[in-house]
């Protein structure tokens, strides 16, 4: 039988888009691609994760026209995080498991190919904690490549969607899994793990782009054979200075090897600064969430890391949270921005974190530089001590301080943290950070739990509730709102302005040159404020809850705004595994979010969509 001439005619379409660079050059080609807002080409729309475009075609006069323009069913009914990538005019968007992705020419909305790789739901998907969520695609080499839920990680020909290697990153009968969008970074293509909750110990890993063999691996905690710190090299921030860290640092503050089970995993987003080829990201909560059973401050679990691209060595690293006591997994996205802080301009990192306080960094040195609540209901810490570096604990809502099987109450924010993996956006317009945000407050209770591989390794019981609370003062006001959308100075630790939200705001924003934010919410909504005054300037109600991140580009001299709808994620859990009836479910299910989101159900259903909206011609 003859090939359909539409076929032929897509795949020469697509094969004349997609030239495939030499591996020498694959880091300078996305550096090419993030520069012209046309394109999409990684998770965070440039190598420092701004999520900013230049595009202004929608701007904050015309905003209000905007229409959905055509959609995409996914076929999959499970939470959809991420987003698009647009390169050279073709789109590429992932499902969550089982991690079909879908090559799209944007002229005929017609598929150009798809792929969905073999992988075994019965050993995946019940190690997966938090939902079946897979957080995007990177592009680079003319390949796509893929971090499938089982650890395997896919490099994909983006011109045909044939397969061109793969290799496995992790055991999921150990508790191994991913989630997150890898990043390409020159010949390399850097992905981390999953699995803190079962035990498992975080690393980042960097595989040849090329044949996928392994460059260098750099675990959260271990002997510095493990971690790549060099004892007087490396360093922290210590005693209001920049200090080197000493020997076996991430071994010295756990008891005996509990660190080999420690936690401190790498399912966020990476950032990358080609000037100073470094690597940052963030590591997550230790195991166990019973802080009584791994004393010490569990270094380097809830840090900030700055790595040699090259080597994976550690240029600096910074604990948040040490010892955790509350889950507030550090995790979230790095935003590389030069900034003026305190009368002197700095190349700055910008990390706001589930405990609730926005850090800026020095990306340089590891300088401490401003580190303050955006969320005013924040109780756990009065403030973070710029000198040590350490939050001073409330006692009161200390997990540990209060004990084993004691529930600790009322404690801001709940372990889904004042912000979870949803990533800000940041304006140069305006010079405000814009945080996708959760408002809830937490009961805790801490219980003793036994390690054993491939099994939950949580140790904990914990509901949660609206903060009640004022976000730009604290104060208790008896708001019900469980989320918000914050407009932060990072210079100054200031917020700006809040909006307040009926449920978390589990969708990435994106800021533009038209002066509009995007973002969208858990009922559904796409909505587009004014990035000055966070004024609502339109909304429109897509067919499930959106916990996707929002993007923009440009095709044929038009600009679109894209973003995945399909309820899910930790948010959504209830609904999107089906663990709340409504009427009989525990509060404490889902690891704690079915009580507070349980009335989502009455504003939104399953399902998969991508929806694309442009204004009317």
């Known amino acids: 039988m003859k090939k359909p001439v539409k076929n032929w005619l897509l795949a020469s379409t697509v094969a004349t888009l997609l030239a495939a660079p030499t591996v020498s050059t694959a880091n300078s080609d996305v550096e090419k691609l993030t520069q012209d807002p046309a394109n999409w080409a990684t998770w965070g729309g440039d190598y420092a994760g701004t999520r900013y475009s230049k595009l202004s075609q929608i701007n904050a006069q015309n905003v209000k026209n905007l229409q959905p323009a055509w959609s995409f069913s996914t076929g999959v009914l499970r939470g959809h995080e991420g987003g698009p990538l647009v390169v050279n005019g073709v789109m590429f968007i992932h ?27 019965d050993v995946t998907i019940p190690v997966m904690c938090c939902d079946t969520v897979n957080r995007g695609l990177a592009y680079g080499d003319g390949k796509i490549f893929l971090q499938q839920s089982d650890t395997v990680l896919t490099a994909l020909d983006a011109k045909t969607g044939k397969r061109v290697w793969s290799v496995q990153n992790g055991d999921p009968k150990l508790g191994m899994t991913n989630t997150n969008a890898p990043i390409v970074v020159k010949d390399k293509v850097i992905t981390g793990i999953s699995g803190g909750e079962f035990g498992v110990r975080g690393f980042l890993a960097a595989y040849n782009i090329r044949t996928g063999q392994l460059d260098w691996k750099g675990y959260s905690m271990g002997p510095d054979k493990d971690t790549l710190l060099k004892p007087g090299k490396s360093t922290t921030w210590q005693d209001g200075k920049v200090t080197p860290v000493g020997a076996d640092s991430g071994t010295s503050t756990w008891k005996g090897d509990q660190w080999k089970i420690g936690g ?27 802080p009584v059973q791994r004393p010490g401050d569990n270094k380097w679990s809830m840090s900030l890391w700055a790595r040699d691209a090259d080597t994976g060595e550690v240029k600096w690293v910074y604990q948040m949270t040490p010892h955790d006591e509350w889950d507030y997994d550090g995790i979230n996205e790095t935003v590389l921005v030069d900034q003026e802080v305190k009368g002197k301009m700095h190349k700055t990192i910008v990390h706001f974190d589930r405990n609730g306080f926005g850090y800026t960094l020095d990306r ?39 004990g084993e099987d004691v529930n600790t109450v009322g404690t801001c924010p709940a372990a889904l943290g004042s912000k979870n993996q949803q990533p800000v956006s940041y304006s140069p317009q305006t010079g405000l950070f814009y945080i996708s945000g959760n408002h809830l407050c937490m009961e805790y209770e801490p219980f003793e739990v036994s390690y054993t591989a491939g099994q939950p390794y949580v140790g904990a019981t914990l509901s949660m509730m609206p903060a009640g609370a004022d976000v730009l003062t604290g104060k208790k006001d008896g708001t019900t709102n469980l989320g918000q959308f914050t407009a932060y100075d990072a210079k100054t630790g200031k917020i700006a302005w809040s909006n307040k939200e009926q449920f978390s705001v589990w969708s990435g924003s994106v800021a533009t040159a038209g002066g509009v934010v995007f ?13 000055k005054t966070g004024k609502e300037l339109y909304k429109f109600k897509t067919p499930s809850g959106i916990i996707g991140n929002v993007n923009t580009w440009e095709f044929e001299g038009k600009q679109y705004v894209g973003v995945l709808s399909g309820i899910g994620g930790w948010a959504g859990i209830g609904i999107a595994a089906g663990i709340d009836d409504g009427t009989s479910a525990s509060s404490s299910e889902g690891l704690g979010a079915v009580g507070a989101y349980r009335s989502l159900s ?16």
Do not use: C
Not at 101 to 113: L, R
Not at 387 to 398: A, M, N, Q
């Open 264 to 290: 401190g995993t790498t399912w966020g987003w990476y950032s990358y600064d080609p000037k100073l080829n470094l690597v940052y990201y963030g590591s997550g909560n230790p195991s166990t969430w019973n």
């Open 519 to 531: 973002y969208g919410t858990l009922e559904g909504y796409l909505k587009a404020v004014d990035a």
């Open 602 to 617: 009455s504003y939104t259903k399953l399902g998969g969509t991508l929806t694309v909206f442009a204004l009317p011609n």
């Open 95 to 121: 499902t969550p498991f089982p991690n079909t992705v879908y090559a799209i020419d944007q002229k005929t909305k017609a598929v150009i190919w798809e792929f969905t790789p073999t992988m075994d739901a």
């Open 364 to 402: 340089e040195t590891g300088e401490l530089l401003v580190a303050e609540k955006f969320d005013k209901s924040v109780n756990w810490a009065s403030h973070v001590d710029l000198k040590s570096g350490r939050p001073e604990v409330v006692p009161e809502f200390s997990t540990e301080h209060n």
